[in-house]
């Protein structure tokens, strides 16, 4: 499997914008891009961070997965962005080593097509591979 970068981490927060004030005034992060994402019911805002990036992630509606994972868990990391050059292969390999996979074909994800690693079969972290677009750089 050829990792490229961590391409992103990703942390949920109760209010997107109170978040981005808070990298931006404490850390000096400024966002790269901005968006709602209506079929995963969340917004999100990216914050460059040199090669990889910060993904504040929050809920837009009250019975998304975000917000249910907010509601339980309370604000903080909810996961790590592995890049791949070519996520379906990526995909076909982890499969193939019976690795627990929370999506079986990868899915449209804010930056390209990605897919998720079971948390269970990752010490507790939940991670994405994602193979970005090409327009799409954090």
Known sequence: ??????????????DLDEAVRT??????LIVSKRLIMPEQEVAIAFLPAGDSAIELISPTTETS???????????GLHHICLE???VHASLEELAARDVQLINQEPIQ???????FV???AAHGVLIEFLEPTPASSN
């Open 118 to 120: 079971h948390p269970k």
């Open 23 to 28: 990298y931006r005034d404490n850390l000096g």
């Open 84 to 86: 791949v050059p070519d």
């Open 1 to 14: 499997m050829n990792i490229t970068r961590i391409n992103h981490i990703a942390i949920v927060v109760h």
């Open 109 to 115: 994800a804010a930056e390209g097509l990605g897919f």
């Open 65 to 75: 997965g975000v917000a249910k994972y907010l509601a339980k868990r309370g604000e």
